[in-house]
């Protein structure tokens, strides 16, 4: 069985990255291959890295207010590339419950706020997986 | 998509098609071997430059500058930077995006990351079949990356064209390390943190290594380099092209690179014998007969090995 290949990126401006860097240990902790791209990544810079990686999963995490902007735009820009229908996209991060919805409708799969454990997360991903892992 | 599709559609010089045909390779996934076979004539065009050198030396932030200055130039480049993966977890992080932010929205710049996955060396399994379909996919400079400890640097010669030995100052013993087996192997070095106290002195040391030897075909320049501003990089790449021009002169070029197709060809048969071996002894896990030899009993497994099913 191949290894599950997850995108970690941090996209906005904020200068935080510690709730990604927990997420990327716990995913290679998991056995998965996580590509880490650091902090300020653009929505082109996480889309190119999804099609160019080949990733299973592109979970962004966001604290800075921008995720309505943000969020949207790398899955527009995915569907653009064609990679969108065969890959799993997770947003986290502190996101005010109003805002899931709509998120979700714009084509992310699942939203997790700061009360979840990686543990649930890795479950999450497991189950839902838009390829199989043969 | 079939294999065969998407070796097709590599060669026409789809990203999605190059992308996934790099994953169903590196997995070993049905048809991989059709789909490399149909991209072969192909995967020899690209000019491979090896990274090598100590970790935190500064490989992916100047390989990051070193790819924006070619792409600036008109060039495709594929860079394939790899990390260890965990013998433990099989998991990995994979981080030399990070510092590949000149690059990393690049339309001409292919970016892939992999993990070792259980292979020692400096290198993955998959490497060298991932810089054929780099270069079926119409890279014209492919930058490797290594892991950057312990024996790869053995690996990155039988791989690269160019081997670029990264160093820096205050790392310490690596430098011994390096100093004492593999001066030899690189082609190229670059003092990196050049802005760092002991960028100078590091040159100089490795100056007087290369001194040593009086017979040089070829004798490596040592450029320092800053690769965070990108300072020294352009005259880096013209130390690389200097390599390059003097391997195209006589065949030499030619020369290594039927070694190279030689290492390749040892490594895939000796991969699946390995793996014969593998299920044999699967076999043999039961075996807690302490009263045999091991001697005879490998001459036993040996005549099992039945050459049909390599
Ligand atoms: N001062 C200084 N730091 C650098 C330079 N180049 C890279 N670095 C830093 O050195 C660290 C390791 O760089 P990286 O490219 O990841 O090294 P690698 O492990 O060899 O790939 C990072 O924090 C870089 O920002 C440089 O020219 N000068
Ligand atoms: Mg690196």
């Known amino acids: 069985m191949r290894p599950i290949r997850v995108l ?93 919805p709509l998120l979700k409708e714009a084509g992310i799969q699942e939203i997790f706020t700061p009360g979840t454990t990686t543990e649930e997360t890795i479950e999450y991903i497991k189950n839902n997986l838009k390829r199989d892992l043969s | 998509m079939s294999p065969l599709e998407l070796a097709r559609l590599t060669l026409a010089g789809d990203k999605r098609a190059c992308s996934r045909l790099i994953s169903l390779t590196e997995n070993e996934g049905t048809g991989y071997l059709d789909a490399l076979k149909a991209i072969y004539p192909c995967a020899d065009k690209a000019y491979v430059i090896g990274v090598t050198g100590p970790p935190g030396s500064g490989k992916s932030t100047l390989t990051d500058k070193l790819a924006k200055t070619l792409a600036d130039g008109g060039k495709r480049v594929g860079i394939v930077a790899i990390d260890p993966t965990s013998p433990f977890t099989k998991g990995s992080i994979l981080g030399d995006r990070i510092r590949m932010g000149a690059v990393s929205a690049d339309k001409n710049v292919f970016i892939r990351s992999m993990g070792t996955r259980g292979s020692l060396g400096g290198l993955s399994k998959a490497t060298a079949n991932t810089l054929a379909i780099l270069s079926a996919y119409g890279c014209d400079y492919i930058l490797v990356e290594t892991v950057g400890v312990g024996q790869s640097e053995i690996d990155i010669v039988r791989t690269a064209d160019t081997t670029l030995m990264v160093m820096a100052p205050g790392l310490g013993d690596d430098i011994q390390a390096i100093k004492a087996g593999v001066m030899e192997i690189a082609d190229v070095f670059a003092v990196n943190k050049a802005d760092k106290d002991g960028a100078k002195k590091t040159q100089l040391e490795i100056s007087a290594m290369l001194d040593f030897r009086m017979d040089w075909d070829f004798k490596p320049t040592v450029r320092l380099t800053v690769a965070e501003t990108g300072d020294g990089v352009d005259g880096l790449l013209g130390d690389i092209m200097a390599h390059r021009d003097y391997l195209s002169n006589g065949g030499k070029l030619e020369k290594k690179r039927a070694y190279k197709r030689m290492s390749h060809i040892r490594d895939i048969i000796r991969d699946r014998l390995d793996r014969r071996v593998e299920e044999l002894m699967a076999d043999l896990a039961a075996c807690t007969d302490a009263g045999r030899d091991p001697y005879s009993m490998s001459e036993e497994l040996i005549r099992k090995i039945d050459l049909t099913r390599i």
Do not use: C, N, W
């Not at chain 1, 929505?43 to 800075?64: G, H, N, W, Y």
């Open chain 1, 8 to 100: 970690v990126a941090k996209p906005g401006l904020d200068g935080h990255d510690r709730g990604a860097k927990v997420l990327a240990r716990a995913f290679r902790d998991a056995g998965m291959e996580v590509i880490y791209t650091g902090l300020r990544q653009t929505p082109e810079q996480i889309t190119q890295a999804a099609v160019q990686e080949d990733v299973d999963v592109v979970a962004m995490s966001i604290l800075s207010g921008a995720h309505m902007h943000l969020l949207p735009k790398v899955v527009a820009l995915m569907k653009e590339e064609g990679v969108y229908d065969d890959t799993l996209v997770l947003g986290g991060g502190v996101i005010p419950q109003e805002d899931i």
